[in-house]
């Protein structure tokens, strides 16, 4: 290798990053070498997606320095970003996305390399993907929009990718499609590239990362090679002690009551119940969901009180309302219970909204403070206070942990448990078996279809995928 | 996905086609050169028109502005343009300039773009009407025969339809900018993310609305031989219910030229449409708001299809 290969494509000193008073980042060091693959873990608000626009070039620090050793910035020295919250055009086509990051396509027919260049770039790193380089974005499920994203990281465009920065890149994908991805990123790293990987699945994290750095509070805590962390001790410098391991076996089986939803597909629910969904991603665990959820809701004679509440996993699109505050976006569930004649009781509003930020940890100093101030995490915990706060006796959640870090996670199955002994019926799709196993029974969906009805001492690992492969020995 | 979902452009298609069948056979003289001629000639301008509208469209704002926009335009060509056509020119093109500008300003300040277009739609009404306080002035004389041009084959209008159906598309479509404008509707933050200027983007797509915009003012002077300061009022909603008419969407970056084009042409026809059927002014603004709420009923209907599939 020449001296120009080993020299860092990113270096950070002291680098610091406020935002008013919030100090996001709070003087970071760190260097990126080819070959480099960095885990980069920490709860949420740690000051992770801070420190991936620093290092991208998308925000200017506040304090400190960042170089780019050989370039003059961070597009031309190669670093690329792929972000949680999905950053295609959804009304343009994939090869066409791929060229509102790649200027160097143009002339007439820039259409031709665009497909090939994105095609290759698939066919590298999801071998057998099965997309079609001219469907518009946004009739592709979410998994493959993620895909398509990972692909356009990957891709020439220009430049060649030197440094790329995944944030949660695995959040939507299936087992298979993760372990592609993995697979990827360590030839990607093997031959001279880098990878910032950021994941709350730790798994995935030892499995690729040949260096940890563990971010709380805006500052890096922990940095060793990988072979010195333990799961344990990766979950205690991050600052949770969570209980990795010990297993959350369900406590004794509750009393659960009559059935209250029944479906066509044959998914059934009682009330009390956790009832999970699963299978492998983009199997129709959503749609039946959404398909649930809409028969339960869009009837205008029924009446003020709702059958059931929608957790959503895709925040930007079915969530959160953007211009809105955090105690607006809380509050519109259970306007009805506060009114007085139609008008909203302000002071009403306001404390059980207080209440709620309480109860599930919402991290802002003030409610009224707008919405997307919040972190990705949090942003979600406002959907589960908003789901959680209505009269709905059923709440139907579609993968709504993406993205929410560990401690977070075992609030809320804390929180959900002790709503279901209350009576509330769950309708749980995930896409991480480990939350699956929460439930008290589970439906392992195959191409549109429920394969295999899963009840406790059966809800494995093993025996989900099992479902999710072989329809024919489920049934 | 239906047939109808994954070809937009079918729905603007038929609905063009089965009006213009009931046209022909209420009256069957609209059947030749000569009549098509004079049911689409006034198509030209709106078709210009609802092209600019969807530039606006496309960067998810919209213009309240491109009636009155032009209506100035026609008063400037119809004075300055016939008497100096030098400082026509220059007038003409700082309006195009005016418009780029008010895109960037509209991005760069995050205002709502009904209102900032609102408010200066009585900009261009007051400029117009300084400019030709009663209807008057002259078209100049290139224009006039350029309008009235009569190509073998097919009538004028119908050829100014296809040439700007064809050019828009693949400004707008098939090139790499078009792309990258279309962007701006769909994701912004993806554009700038990707290290574009969305405020650029948006002086540019404002920027072509106001050169079609320009172009719509020419010619309908053209085909008026004089102007107005009201002439053109009713375009900005003309040219709203066309974008969406052929397929477009108000919110999205969803827009198709082709589409824009036919559903100008099915507006225009519309109202000759509802002369034929003898039936009295005071009924047909109404008459063509009933048109167009079937076409989207269909659109609808078709789309819902199209998702349960």
């Not at chain 1, 790193?125 to 929009?145: C, K, M, N, S, Y």
């Not at chain 2, 079918?10 to 213009?20: E, G, Q, R």
């Not at chain 2, 009295?280 to 009933?290: E, K, R, Y």
Request: aromatic share 6%; net charge neutral; charged share 15%.
């Amino acid at each position: 290798m020449s001296e120009h290969e080993s020299a860092p494509i990113v270096t950070l000193t002291d680098a610091a990053k406020h935002f008013g008073p919030v100090r996001a980042l709070d003087g970071v060091s760190l260097s990126v070498r080819p070959g480099d693959c960095l885990g980069l873990v920490g709860h949420n608000g740690a000051g992770k997606s801070t420190l991936v626009y620093l290092v991208n070039g998308g925000f200017a620090p506040s304090a400190g320095e960042i170089a780019f050793p050989g370039a003059a910035n961070a597009a031309e020295a190669g670093v690329r970003s792929v972000f949680q919250e999905l950053s295609l055009c959804p009304n343009l086509t994939v090869a066409e996305n791929l060229r509102i990051s790649n200027r160097g396509l143009t002339g007439i027919g820039w259409r031709r390399p665009a497909r090939k260049v994105i095609t290759e770039s698939l066919d590298r790193i999801f071998p057998g993907h099965g997309i079609d380089p001219d469907a518009e974005v946004d009739t592709l499920p979410i998994a493959e929009r993620q895909m398509v994203e990972i692909a356009i990281g990957f891709a020439p465009r220009g430049t060649e990718a030197r440094l790329v920065i995944l944030d949660e890149p695995t959040s939507s994908l299936d087992a298979g499609i993760a372990e592609q991805l993995l697979t990827h990123i360590k030839s990607f790293c093997a031959s001279g590239g880098a990878v910032i990987f950021i994941s709350h699945m730790l798994g995935e994290v030892f499995q690729v990362a040949s260096r940890i750095i563990v971010l709380k509070d805006g500052r890096i805590v922990a940095e060793r090679p990988t072979a010195e962390f333990s799961r344990q001790g990766l979950v205690e410098a991050m600052g949770h002690v969570a209980a990795e391991g010990t297993g959350q076996a369900a406590e004794a089986v509750r009393h659960t009551g009559e059935i209250v939803i029944r479906t066509e597909q044959g998914l059934t629910a009682r009330a009390g119940e956790i009832v999970g969904l699963s299978g492998l991603a983009g199997h129709g665990q959503a749609q039946a969901l959404a398909k649930l959820f809409l028969s339960q809701s869009s009837n205008w004679r029924a009446g003020h009180d709702p059958k059931s509440v929608f957790v959503a996993g895709d925040r930007p699109r079915d969530g959160i309302l953007p211009l809105w505050s955090i105690l607006k976006n809380m509050s519109i569930s259970f306007l009805r219970q506060i009114e007085r004649w139609g008008v909203v009781d302000r002071a009403a509003e306001r404390a059980m909204t207080e209440e709620w930020k309480k109860r599930i940890g919402i991290r802002t100093d003030d409610v009224t403070n707008p919405v997307l101030s919040l972190s990705g995490g949090n942003q979600q915990k406002v959907l589960f206070a908003r789901a959680l706060a209505s009269t709905a006796p059923v709440v139907i959640m579609d993968d709504p942990m993406r993205g929410v870090d560990v401690g977070t996670k075992q609030d809320v199955y804390a929180m959900i448990r002790d709503e279901a002994t209350r009576g509330r019926t769950f309708l749980w799709y995930s896409t991480e078996t480990e939350e699956v196993c929460q439930c008290d029974r589970v439906f392992v969906f195959r191409n549109g279809e429920i394969s295999a009805e899963l009840t406790p001492p059966n809800i494995t690992e093993e025996r989900i995928l099992e479902a999710s492969f072989h329809m024919q020995e489920a049934s | 996905m239906s047939f109808f979902s994954r070809y937009r452009i079918l729905l603007p298609v038929i609905s063009l086609a089965v009006l213009l069948a009931a046209t022909f056979y209420m009256q069957p003289r609209a059947m030749s050169y000569f009549g098509l001629n004079l049911l689409f000639n006034l198509a030209v301008p709106i078709a210009l028109a609802t092209i600019a509208q969807m530039m606006i469209l496309m960067v998810n704002d919209i213009d309240l502005s491109i009636g009155a926009f032009v209506s100035l335009v026609a008063c400037v060509t119809a004075t300055f343009l016939n008497d100096a056509p030098l400082l026509g020119l220059l007038i003409l093109a700082a309006l195009i300039l005016a418009y780029a500008a008010m895109g960037a300003v509209i991005d760069a300040l995050d205002l709502p773009a009904i209102v900032v277009t609102l408010g200066m739609s009585f900009v261009w009404g007051g400029l117009a009407l300084f400019i030709l306080p009663s209807p008057g002035g002259a078209a100049p004389g290139w224009l006039r025969t350029l309008m009235t041009v009569k190509p073998p084959f097919m009538p004028m209008a119908v050829v100014a339809a296809i040439l700007i159906a064809f050019v828009t598309h693949m400004l707008i479509i098939r090139s790499g900018f078009g792309t990258v404008l279309r962007g701006v509707g769909g994701n912004a933050r993806a554009i700038s993310r990707a290290g574009l200027s969305v405020t650029r983007l948006k002086a540019w797509a404002y920027g072509l609305a106001g050169l079609f915009g320009v172009l719509a003012g020419m010619a309908l002077v053209g085909l008026t031989t004089a102007a107005d300061a009201n002439i053109a009022l009713r375009y900005t909603l003309l040219s709203i219910a066309g974008v969406i008419l052929g397929g477009g969407e108000f919110t999205g970056g969803k827009v198709s030229p082709t589409g824009a084009v036919i559903g100008a042409l099915t507006l225009t026809l519309a109202a000759s449409f509802l002369s034929f059927l003898r039936l009295s002014p005071d009924w047909q603004i109404g008459s063509q708001g009933a048109i167009l709420i079937l076409v989207l009923t269909a659109r609808l209907v078709f789309s819902r299809k199209g998702d349960a599939a």
